[in-house]
Structures are given as structure tokens and as C-alpha cells.
């Protein structure tokens, strides 16, 4: 879980500084949460596992279960190993008061989980090129992971040293981020990796001709800031993440020709990374992924999809990543329009984004977290069925 994101609460002050304390898990209820946790998780990753076996065993020259594998095991012991250092240099989250009350006693837990896995997921997922397919594609999808990673970093870092749930200026972390993205599509431009066409279902293209540039460039900050604000709940970001990249590495392994397997390939070594993540980031959680994780995830998402002409499956396989998005932006959008004169206004959800909207309805996040994933893999179901052809 990154930082709660202030925004989702209209008050942008910071909350003041406490001493962060290490989270507990001593009591019955902690225990049949940590219970629960697992569960949900084992069945997530048993789901992701399945469908690369099934890949594996009836698509001609797929090899979706190495990476898959690899990933996953490297990101479980790294991230083991890495969840007493990150506590040991003091890098706990601190949680704005603003925010659910049942969220301060996650104070003081490792953040920056990214820094652990995101490497693991670009190094296995890079190393898997065949079929003749260039590997410069997987090393303009590297860059463009690790870019917005040390953007997250970043963030991350300078709440941590500011002792405050805000860290870059939302108009200095999109500058970064749109830097970044515009290296690469000036990249994938010269090389031209990137069609002026979206492929939708039914064999329709929508020809956008130059237009394709700044929707990319949209898709790249809509995309990255929507996984941001996902990751609000223990587990909730790298449980969508790994079923979101494994839609899309199925996806392409379907489209024949159209596909890509060496992408392919990077999307389940992306997506086992973060399921090894999950075994520890689950409720209750002993690490969080930070920015440095959440805005390289839909970075890479963004990326992939751009290459491949997948931004049609993207849109469908996100959509808990869209719906999370538009709940801040309608929050935000009514608060100021209906805003009276004792400067408060009407608020459509309880607290956006949509995770806490449930969560305070009474909800716990035991569930809200499996209901999320459930919803996840059903949209990834239909983004895999009803893919461009």
C-alpha cells in the first residue's frame, strides 16, 4: 500500500508527525485476518498459475509458466529478505490521520516494496526473447518500468525524509512522469513500434493518425496514477497488477500474428513478481510497494500495451484501475462545484478513492480487497475473450 493519496480526501493538509510504530499482530482478529489474507492470495496466485500452465499446454509456442515461475520464487525470498532492511533504515509509511481509522496502526510498515520486486520482473522478464522477436522492444519496456520506479522512488523518499504523507508536488510528479514517457515514445516513434491504429474487437481499427501520440502520452499518466490510488489496501495493487498482466500475456499469445511472445513472456515475469510480493504484502501486510512500485506497474502495463496495440484489452482489463480513477475525479469534480460558501461541499462517495468508499460503508478489508480481485479477474476474462483480432 502506497501513501493514502490526499487528493481522494479533498483536505490536502498534512497530517502532523508521529513516531511511526510497528504493526501488531497479536490479537484473534489479527490472526483470522492474516488467515484470511492467505487464502485470498493462494487462490489469486493458483488462478494466475493455471491459466499460464493452460496457455502452456494448448497455445502452439507458448511459454508463459518460466517467467511466471521464476519471478515468482526470486520475488518471495527477495522480498523476505528485504522486509527487516527496509524496517532496519526506518523506511515506515506514515499514514495521513484524514484517512480510515482502522489504517493508523499500518504506520510504521516497510514501504518501497518496489525497489524489491520491480528489478526481479524487468531482469526475468527481459532475459525472455524468441521467436526472432527484437529484443529492443523489452529493453524500451525496462527503461520505461525502472523510469517511473525512480519517479515513485522519489515520492517516496521525500515523504519518508519530510515525515509526511506527501512527498513530490503532484504537478512536479507528473512533469517527471511525462519526461519519462515522452523518451520512450520518441523511442518506439523513431522505430516505429507504435501503429497509428487501435485495434478493437470484431477486426475494427480506429485510425487516429498523429492523434495516437498525446493519447499515449495520456494513457502513460492516467494509467500509472490509476494504479497509484489502487494501492490503498493490503494486497489489493499486486493482486490486480498480477491478474492484469497475466490477461494481457494471454492475450497476445491468442492473436496469432498480431502477437507477441517475447512481450508475452515479460507481462507473466511482471506478473509473478508481484504475486511473489503478495505473500507478504498481503493482509495484514509487512511490506507496502510505495509509489515506487504502483507507478511503475501501470507504466509497464501502459508500455506493453502501446507496443502491441493493446490498449483496447488494457481499458477492459483495468477497469478497477479505471474505476478507482474516476471515483477521485468525480469526488474531486463535485466537491469543488457544489462547494458553499463555508467552503464545504457535497461529497458523492464516502472517501474516494473507491476501495475506502466500501471500507467505510462497514465493509472490512478483508473482503473488499478478494471482491476487488474477483472483479479484476472477470474483466481480464472478458478483455481475453473479446480481444482485438
Not at 492470495?41 to 521464476?70: E, G, K, M, Q, Y
Not at 458553499?340 to 461541499?345: F, N, S
Request: aromatic share 8%; proline share 6%; net charge positive.
Amino acid at each position: 500500500m502506497s501513501k493514502a493519496k490526499r487528493i481522494g480526501k479533498i483536505d490536502l493538509r498534512s497530517p502532523p508527525y508521529k513516531e511511526p510504530q510497528e504493526r501488531e499482530v497479536n490479537d484473534t482478529t489479527e490472526t483470522s485476518s492474516s488467515l484470511n489474507g492467505k487464502v485470498s492470495a493462494v487462490v489469486l496466485a493458483l488462478a494466475v498459475f493455471s491459466a499460464a500452465f493452460a496457455s502452456d499446454r494448448l497455445i502452439p509456442n507458448s511459454l508463459l509458466s518460466p517467467p511466471l515461475l521464476i519471478a515468482t520464487l526470486i520475488a518471495s525470498i527477495v522480498t523476505w529478505w528485504g522486509v527487516p532492511r527496509l524496517r532496519s533504515l526506518k523506511l515506515g509509511q506514515v499514514i495521513r490521520e484524514e484517512g480510515p481509522k482502522a489504517h493508523l496502526n499500518k504506520s510504521g510498515t516497510p514501504t518501497m516494496g518496489g525497489l524489491l520486486v520491480i528489478p526481479i520482473g524487468v531482469i526475468v522478464g527481459s532475459l525472455i526473447s524468441w521467436n526472432g522477436q527484437p529484443a529492443e522492444q523489452l529493453l524500451a519496456v525496462t527503461y520505461i518500468t525502472l523510469a517511473f520506479m525512480v519517479v515513485g522512488g522519489i515520492d517516496d523518499w521525500r515523504s519518508l525524509t519530510k515525515h509526511t504523507n506527501t512527498g513530490l508536488t503532484p504537478r512536479g510528479k507528473l512533469c517527471f512522469q511525462a519526461l519519462a514517457a515522452i523518451i520512450f515514445l520518441i523511442w518506439a516513434g523513431m522505430r516505429g513500434w507504435i501503429s497509428s491504429d487501435v485495434s478493437l474487437p470484431f477486426d475494427i481499427n480506429l485510425p487516429l493518425s498523429w492523434l495516437i501520440w498525446p493519447l499515449a502520452l495520456f494513457v502513460f499518466l492516467a494509467e500509472s496514477n490509476a494504479t497509484n490510488l489502487t494501492d490503498g489496501l493490503d494486497g489489493l495493487a499486486a493482486g490486480c497488477g498480477a491478474l492484469v498482466f497475466t490477461g494481457m500475456a494471454l492475450q497476445l499469445m491468442l492473436r496469432g500474428n498480431a502477437g507477441d511472445p517475447s512481450l508475452a513472456g515479460f507481462c507473466m515475469a511482471m506478473a509473478g513478481c508481484w504475486i511473489g510480493f503478495l505473500a507478504h504484502n498481503r493482509n495484514p501486510a509487512k511490506i507496502f510497494m510505495g509509489d515506487t512500485g504502483s507507478l511503475a506497474m501501470g507504466a509497464s502495463l501502459t508500455a506493453v500495451a502501446l507496443l502491441t496495440n493493446s490498449l483496447w484489452p488494457l481499458l477492459v482489463m483495468g477497469g478497477v484501475f479505471l474505476a478507482e480513477s474516476l471515483s477521485v475525479i468525480i469526488q474531486v469534480w463535485v466537491f469543488k462545484a457544489t462547494k458553499g460558501p463555508d467552503g464545504v461541499g457535497r461529497r458523492v462517495f464516502r472517501m474516494s478513492p473507491l476501495h475506502h468508499h466500501f471500507e467505510l460503508g462497514g465493509t472490512p478489508e478483508q473482503i473488499v480487497v478478494p471482491g476487488f480481485w474477483i472483479a479484476t479477474a472477470v474483466l481480464v476474462t472478458i478483455g481475453v475473450i473479446f480481444r482485438p483480432i
